[in-house]
């Protein structure tokens, strides 16, 4: 990995996560913080990363780099680890009961991920799956549930959805932009994984030593 | 350009930015002129614009209260400068003020104005020489606008109406 990547491009592309991700746009803008729960997330979503070795924290900081290699480093992690709480955050819906079920499954999700100990690319994979499958949810099922009715039959539908959930699916009304706003978030959030200096993979270590008697030869 | 000038210069870079970042989440702007403003203050160029703020003067001392905040709102169009959120905050409060009821919502907008206004003067202590006011002080408008809140027992005195607004 260049030092350009590891001391401009990966903390301009997470804090850049955590700018838009942050934004709510409404009557009010706003720039919401991720909450201390989501920064618990943030860094089991860190620890899953270093074990499948997406991120090889030993390639970001060691006694073997310069003390400014390793404050990059440490700016790295601390940024990765923030921005995946923001992540998380514009993904989970604002209220209700669908807010208290994606944190608990996000929760569930990333105990089961540490669990199972995929490799780089199935976490990669992964992580892209569950987080097009949030904003799936959130902006396309939720909003589609939550959003004033133009026609009287889609108002009695709202009506009907509202009452027999005594109101827990209904999601206060977003900006149009919100949407948009999350998707680049997430998105760019992936790419800064691929982004982030990485192990072996398994395949890579079992070819190492031979590539190493190709050297020698 | 050498590894160790990249890191440096990256450092600075994440840096700025996540100061930028932790201002923007600190201030909450809310048009880009607030962000823009805002930055020049930081680095003590911010200045509001006399001509604008003149007007609004005028406007202001012809009771013309929301021409007069159109005007300020011009010169201050990042609101970063005490003055003119404090003369902001007393349209509110004679645009408001009534013999037998006051206006609580334009009070509300007042109080607003005049946090920002406190908030802004350097220790919030916030004094306007102008003699055409009754009021000189942040503290003096900022009681008067919740006083004109409240519901209390000298609202019921019929005398009030031979009050004078400040």
């Given amino acids: ?217 | 350009m050498g590894e160790t000038a990249t890191r440096a210069l990256g450092l600075c870079l994440a840096l700025a930015y996540a100061a930028l970042i932790g201002w923007l989440y600190a201030r909450q702007p809310q048009t880009i002129a607030q962000v823009t403003g805002g930055l020049a203050s930081v680095v003590g160029a911010y200045s509001v614009d006399d001509q604008a703020f003149a007007d609004g003067l005028r406007f202001f001392r012809n009771d013309q209260f929301v021409e007069a905040r159109l005007a300020f709102n011009r010169a201050d169009p990042a609101v970063r400068d005490a003055r003119t959120q404090f003369y902001v905050a007393y349209s509110y409060y004679r645009e408001g003020w009534g013999r037998l009821y006051h206006d609580d919502r334009l009070y509300a907008e007042g109080l607003r104005a005049i946090d920002r206004a406190i908030a802004l003067a350097p220790n919030g202590r916030l004094v306007v020489d102008d003699p055409n006011l009754g009021m000189h002080t942040a503290e003096e408008l900022k009681s008067a606008l919740e006083a004109g809140m409240r519901f209390e027992a000298s609202d019921l005195n019929p005398m009030r109406v031979f009050r004078k607004r400040k």
């Avoid at chain 1, 977003?174 to 997430?186: D, E, K, M």
């Fill in chain 1, 1 to 217: 990995m260049t030092a350009a990547r590891e001391a401009i491009v990966l903390p301009v592309v997470f804090l850049t996560v955590l700018l838009v991700g942050g934004l709510r746009v409404a009557d009010r803008t706003m720039l919401v913080a991720p909450t201390p729960y989501l920064l618990v997330l943030g860094v089991l979503v860190v620890r899953v990363l270093v074990q499948s070795r997406a991120l090889a924290p030993d390639r970001l900081m060691s006694s073997s780099r310069s003390a400014l290699a390793n404050v990059n480093g440490l700016v790295v992690v601390a940024t990765l680890w923030i921005a995946a709480a923001q992540t998380l955050a514009v993904l989970i819906p604002q209220s209700g009961v669908p807010r208290l079920a994606f944190s608990v499954f996000f929760l569930i999700l990333l105990l089961n991920t540490a669990a199972a100990a995929p490799d780089r690319q199935r976490l990669l994979r992964s992580l892209a799956v569950t987080f097009g499958a949030a904003f799936v949810l959130k902006f396309v099922v939720l909003e589609g549930i939550s959003a004033p009715g133009e026609t009287p039959l889609k108002r009695a539908l709202l009506a009907l959805v509202d009452g027999a959930t005594a109101g827990v699916l209904i999601q206060p009304p977003s900006h149009a932009v919100t949407a948009y706003l999350a998707f680049f978030a997430a998105a760019l959030f992936l790419f800064g994984v691929l982004l982030l200096p990485h192990g072996r993979e398994p395949s890579d270590r079992r070819l190492a030593p031979l590539s190493t008697d190709v050297e020698r030869l």
